[in-house]
């Protein structure tokens, strides 16, 4: 049986939680989905979501729990949206600590203020049919180095990309109905596993 751990510090965790839990039962998994809090239940988990909530607040308490070393040493597969995209790039245009699982740049709040919340149709490499995108104080990408897989773009702005196992998304797929980006985050967790 597989692990899944929303990491719990901070932001829309129950949300995650409860997606994730739609999309193994959508996809017929055996799979525990879990709120986790310290390195050691990190470390017990095959694939770790990263919430949307404050990048700044969520990056600094990974820093002080350890959780960034949990994550690299077992080299869990990430799934980080809004808050968790910024955590997952190398680069961001604040002071902050990053986990820098994926090799982009990440621009914080890349939307600008009269854009600071809306809603899209985004078309994913990823998926057949649009995918309902909710953004809220929303960030981008840029700078995607060729090794990762850009997977979206609006008004040029890169909003989801692939490396290795991981995926980040700039907009909130726990406030849809629509549990696509959790079940394709399953299958990544899944190829590690077998
Ligand atoms: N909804 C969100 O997750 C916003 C993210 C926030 N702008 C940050 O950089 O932390």
Do not use: W
Request: proline share 4%; aromatic share 6%; glycine share 8%.
């Amino acid at each position: 049986m597989i692990k899944i751990g929303i990491l719990d510090l901070q932001g829309d965790v129950s949300e995650h939680q409860m997606m994730a839990k739609n999309a193994v039962e959508k996809i017929g998994l055996k799979a525990d989905v879990s709120k986790v809090k310290t390195a050691s239940e990190v470390a017990e988990c095959n694939g770790i979501i990263i919430s949307g909530g404050e990048s700044t607040v969520i990056g600094r308490l990974i820093k002080e729990n350890s959780i960034n070393t949990a994550i690299k040493e077992n080299q869990i597969p990430v799934l980080g949206t809004c808050a968790g995209m910024v955590l997952l790039g190398q680069e961001t245009d604040f002071e902050q600590p990053l986990l820098g699982l994926i090799p982009m740049k990440v621009k914080r709040n890349g939307f600008g203020r009269q854009k600071l919340s809306f809603e899209a149709d985004l078309n994913l490499n990823t998926l057949e049919t649009p995918y309902p995108g909710v953004f809220i104080r929303a960030p981008y990408a840029y700078d995607v180095e060729d090794e990762a897989v850009v997977v979206g773009q609006i008004q040029d702005k890169i909003i989801a990309v692939t490396y290795e196992h991981h995926m980040a998304t700039a907009f909130h797929p726990e406030l849809t109905n629509d549990t696509r980006i959790h079940e394709y985050f399953l299958k990544e967790v899944l190829n590690c596993v077998e």
